[in-house]
Each structure stands twice: as structure tokens, then as C-alpha cells.
């Protein structure tokens, strides 16, 4: 224990977070058991404890286990800006200062959040934003500015304003991974967001769609989303959730640019009525010989969840 103990401190603190495997939000609990192996560890694994736990409202609010000095003092893993409580929660990091690294705005309303008084200096630092909620205003994009942001995530029911959005990718350079979630039953992106949209197609290199991206006469999108695929010629990955076949086709048959990794799920309600028959002849065959079926079509064998890789044989 006594070499472990004169380990430098960032040593220390790796250690520490490799204790830590639990994906629950409230890991604090198994940090903590970790600052008392020993008195030297204790710093690093309040500093892991800081930076990897979310903070939000409850933190905000009522815990108390994250005081404002430690947070102007660390670089935030995530921090929550959910329901109620959103606004408080930004005007503490605000005026702390704080560096966040991700942020997930979530199920607010307009007059719940007003981002105007986000820093550009927030902002820049972000390497991550999942707009999942309504807000108010927006914080200050200087003209030529850069920031860090690097993956977004985008709910058509929850859209920034098309402005709003221009901005935020004209100044992301590093900005290469986006996530769009479409309920079938909500709305959809708007004609509008198609400059915006034209403009991230160009520099994304994963594209995560969990929706079914095919036009119909009874369900028209009025943004082609199939176009946009096209225009991505820069992608490497594209994943396809809650799809059909016929929808994963269209979407393949779009993708202009080789593909490192392909992931696809098919909506849940075909692949438990269509794909049956789709796939009869395969059910019946033993297990090793369902895979060798499987792998000759190009698809692993893994239920629900498929993946392809074009990699070229070493």
C-alpha cells in the first residue's frame, strides 16, 4: 500500500476511476469508499467525484455535496439542465464560472430556461449538447469564433431556432457526430433547418438516425432526410434505429462514402411480426448453421441488432 500511496496524484486518480464501473448516476457512493482506502487518495477521488458525477437540480437544489468552489475549479464531466430546476442549475455553473464538457437540456419548457445567460466561454468549452428541451434566448456566438463542440444531439420536437442553430455549426469546426431522435408520431425538422443542416452534412463523419427516414403520402418529410444522407460525404459510421428494411435500403442507397461501421435496429413491432417471415427459412436451421446463413448475407448474427463493417481483409 505504501508504493501505491507515492504514486503521483494523476496516477492516483486513473486508479480511482477504474474502481469505479457503475454506470448509476450516483457513483459518488463508490468514489467515496475509494477516497478511504487511504489519506493520499482521497484528493484525486473527490476530484474523480466532481467530474464524473452529473450535476443537476438535485445537486443544485437540495444535496449539497457539490459547493461552488469545486465546481469553478474542475472541468465538469455533465451537468443537467432538467425541468424546473433548469434555470437555477445554469445560473450556478454560470456564475461559478464552471467548464462543462457535456450538457443535456431535458423535458423544460420555454419559460423554464433562458440561455442568454450561458457565457461564451461555456459554450466554447462544450463537447457535447443534447437539446431535448425548450428554452429562452440564446448565448452569445462572437462572428469568427471557434468552439470545442464535437457531438450534438437533435429532438425535432425541441428544436433551437434555424439562426440560432446556423451559428452554433458555422462556429463548431470539430463538430463531426450527430444524433437525431424523430418520434413518428411528433414532428419532424422543418424546411427551415435545411440550411443548417446542409452546412453540419459536410463535416460529419457519424450520423446516428433513430427514426424511419423514408417519405410517405401519408407521412411526407419536409426535410429529405435521404438527401441529407447524401450530402454527408465526409461519413464514416451511420446508425439506423427504429428503421424497416425498406427504410434502411433507402438509406443505404443514399450514402455517397465509404462506411467504416453500419449499426441498425429495426423498429421493434417488425422485427417481431415482419421479420419472422422475412427470415423463416433460418429459424429452423441449427445454430451454427443459422450464423453461417446469417454471415453469408452480410449480417451478423445478433437478433435484433445487426452490424456491418466493410473493413478490407488484412
Not at 470545442?148 to 444531439?153: P, V
Request: glycine share 4%; charged share 25%; with cysteine.
Amino acid at each position: 500500500m505504501a508504493s501505491i500511496q507515492d504514486l503521483p496524484p494523476e496516477l492516483l486518480r486513473r486508479i480511482i476511476e477504474l474502481f469505479d464501473r457503475n454506470d448509476w448516476t450516483m457513483s459518488y457512493k463508490s468514489l467515496c469508499k475509494a477516497a478511504l482506502v487511504a489519506r493520499a487518495w482521497r484528493g484525486p477521488a473527490q476530484d474523480v467525484l466532481v467530474c464524473t458525477v452529473p450535476f443537476d437540480g438535485f445537486d443544485a437544489a437540495s444535496d449539497g455535496r457539490t459547493p461552488r468552489p469545486s465546481i469553478s475549479s474542475r472541468t465538469l464531466d455533465c451537468a443537467d439542465l432538467d425541468f424546473d430546476p433548469a434555470q437555477k442549475v445554469l445560473e450556478l455553473l454560470t456564475e461559478a464560472g464552471a467548464t462543462v464538457r457535456s450538457l443535456d437540456i431535458m423535458h423544460t419548457d420555454g419559460n423554464d430556461l433562458d440561455l442568454g445567460i450561458m457565457s461564451f466561454e461555456m459554450l466554447a468549452g462544450l463537447h457535447s449538447l443534447n437539446i431535448g428541451g425548450h428554452f429562452e434566448g440564446q448565448p452569445p456566438i462572437p462572428s469568427a469564433a471557434t468552439i470545442e463542440l464535437r457531438t450534438l444531439f437533435l429532438d425535432p420536437e425541441y428544436l433551437p431556432t434555424p439562426a440560432f442553430l446556423e451559428l452554433l455549426v458555422g462556429a463548431a469546426p470539430f463538430l463531426t457526430r450527430l444524433e437525431v431522435y424523430m418520434d413518428p408520431e411528433e414532428e419532424e425538422f422543418p424546411g427551415s433547418y435545411t440550411t443548417a443542416l446542409q452546412m453540419l452534412a459536410l463535416q460529419l463523419r457519424h450520423l446516428k438516425i433513430a427514426a424511419d427516414a423514408t417519405s410517405t403520402p401519408t407521412r411526407p418529410r419536409t426535410v429529405d432526410l435521404h438527401g441529407f444522407v447524401a450530402s454527408c460525404t465526409s461519413l464514416r459510421s451511420l446508425e439506423l434505429h427504429c428503421a424497416t428494411p425498406a427504410s434502411i435500403m433507402a438509406t443505404l442507397t443514399a450514402v455517397r462514402s465509404p462506411l467504416v461501421l453500419l449499426a441498425t435496429e429495426l423498429d421493434d413491432e417488425w422485427s417481431r411480426v415482419a421479420d419472422a417471415k422475412r427470415v423463416a427459412e433460418l429459424v429452423d436451421d441449427a445454430r451454427t448453421q443459422w450464423e453461417d446463413a446469417c454471415r453469408a448475407r452480410g449480417v451478423e448474427p445478433r437478433d435484433e441488432q445487426r452490424f456491418f463493417t466493410d473493413y478490407p481483409a488484412e
